[in-house]
């Protein structure tokens, strides 16, 4: 009964590789996000989806899509990996004003 | 600029000892405030919330924090620390105007035995 789930939880890849990162939440929530934490441990946004639509997009190259196919689930793809992108990635969500839940993260790798 | 500032980038305290973790923020109109706690290769877990009410809200494991709005601040506080309490703190606001959230940078807490 996991309440954020991401898959995978770690991803190796050379640079150039596309790869997708799953996220799906069982809570209901309506608002779902995509982090980013560098290795100093600073998190940023990157991406909030509300009941499936996009409403905040930061300042993320547009190899980053993201594509919510309904309100449980937040994917996140990314083209033409670079090592910078080597991060960890957290999926969260949430009700419209209330604290978030957060996936257990996924680790990427890019070499 | 909106803004979450953590001053410390870490916290030593000893086990047993009182402790607080500072976070002063600065948005436009109401803030909804937010502590989190990371423990390694974990996801992010919530704490505690102020949004309106009391200034002291009280949360999991025994924290509190306290909402002062003439100090913009919002510190973390725990009356007995617990070697357990070591981890990752982050404070985080979101605007009213547009639900953005935007998180402190963290700061790390130490309990010595």
């Known amino acids: 009964d996991t309440a954020v789930s991401q898959t995978p939880k770690y991803l190796v890849t050379q640079m150039g590789n596309d790869k997708s990162i799953k996220c799906e939440q069982n809570?209901?929530?309506?608002?779902m996000y995509w982090y980013k934490q560098d290795s100093k441990k600073f998190l940023k946004i990157m991406f909030s989806y509300n009941n499936k639509e996009l409403i905040i997009n930061e300042t993320v190259p547009n190899r980053f899509s993201p594509k919510s196919p309904d309100k449980a689930h937040l994917n996140l793809h990314i083209n033409s990996l670079e090592l910078g992108d080597s991060a960890v990635y957290f999926c969260a969500s949430s009700p419209l004003i209330g604290e978030q839940y957060f996936g257990p993260g996924t680790r990427l790798t890019v070499t | 600029a909106q803004s979450v500032a953590q001053p410390e980038d870490q916290v030593k305290v000893a086990e047993g000892n009182p402790l607080t973790v500072k976070c002063t923020y600065s948005?436009?109109?109401?803030?909804?405030l937010f502590w989190y706690v990371q423990y390694p290769n974990r996801g992010l877990q919530f704490l505690l919330k102020y949004i309106t009410g009391d200034n002291l809200v009280k949360g999991s494991y025994g924290f509190e924090a306290e909402f002062n709005k003439s100090q913009t601040s919002f510190h973390l506080k725990k009356p007995s620390a617990l070697v357990s309490d070591s981890a990752l703190y982050f404070c985080a606001v979101r605007r009213e105007a547009d639900d953005k959230i935007i998180f402190g940078k963290g700061t790390r807490l130490h309990i010595l035995p």
């Open positions: 948005v436009s109109g109401n803030p909804y």
């Open positions: 809570l209901g929530h309506d608002t």
